[in-house]
């Protein structure tokens, strides 16, 4: 099963794919976690998930922790695939939760009442390109799998 989680392929794809993903996710998670980038912090966060969207503190910690440290886990490829789905879940949680009533496209001209879900979904499919594919060159997965 570690053997499954951990194969990859030495190819560029998941390596552009799990840098790119990891590095837009990670500030999202900073802004939940510590409060970097103008984020609340972690205690704001669970009181808002909490208070404005009923989502529960269990569920708010995992949606932190798949964001910051999941996205550790993207940038250097170590249990990639898992990383990846985690990401995957948030971001279907976001856009069901969240931006589905705010339509398709994200809020560029500042005429609509919130944000689209066309960033989520392309996180959605990097994340399941990840799912599929492994981590690939210069991952912490394919060193691992090298050596067991």
Known sequence: MLRRLISTDDDVAGLVL???????????????LVGWFGG???N???TAFQDHMGIPAAVTILVIISEFFG????ITGTITRFCAFGTLCVMIGAIFMVHLP???????????????FEFHLLAVA??????????GRWSV??????RF
């Open 141 to 146: 997965d394919a060193w691992l799998a090298d």
């Open 18 to 32: 799990r840098i790119t993903l990891g590095a837009v996710m990670w500030p999202h998670g900073a802004q939940k």
């Open 102 to 116: 705010n339509g398709f496209f994200m809020n560029w001209s500042g005429q609509q009442s919130g944000e689209g």
């Open 126 to 135: 990097m994340a399941a390109a990840l799912m599929i594919k492994g981590g």
């Open 44 to 46: 704001s966060t669970l």
């Open 71 to 74: 996205s550790i886990g993207l």
């Open 40 to 42: 609340g912090g972690f």
